[in-house]
């Protein structure tokens, strides 16, 4: 055997978490996040026979997804720059949350949020 089957080999008792979840330390708390989990039940050919086969495509949720882009995208600069002026300066409440509510819709709470900020500072 090479020195890396025995590696792998030696490894295999920490891959199954049946056995290595007792391993962890009670002080050190751990998150399971929610995934969105698609299967898919095919047939395909391997080494001249049929062989049944299930397809797992896991999707995180969107709690980690990190997508941040610091410069505003070109259909953000058009909102960006008619939501700035509407939402904090015309002191008519009904159209500042009519424009929060418009950036919002159209870019997510915290991308809007971004938005302003980044239209109101000097």
Request: charge should be negative; hydrophobic fraction near 35%; glycine fraction near 6%.
């Amino acid at each position: 055997m090479t020195a890396f089957t025995n590696e792998r080999e030696a490894f295999k008792a920490f891959t199954d978490p049946r056995t290595s979840a007792p391993m962890l330390d009670d002080a050190t708390p751990f998150l399971l996040f929610p995934l969105r989990l698609e299967t898919r039940f095919a047939t395909v050919l391997r080494l001249g026979a049929l062989q049944p086969q299930v397809w797992v495509r896991v999707y995180p949720d969107d709690c980690l997804i990190d997508s941040f882009e610091p410069l505003p995208s070109e259909t953000e600069s058009p909102a960006r720059s008619g939501t700035g002026r509407t939402c904090g300066s015309t002191g008519i409440e009904a159209q500042e949350r009519g424009a929060w509510r418009s950036l919002v819709a159209s870019h997510g709470s915290g991308r809007a949020a971004w938005l302003e900020a980044e239209t109101t500072s000097p």
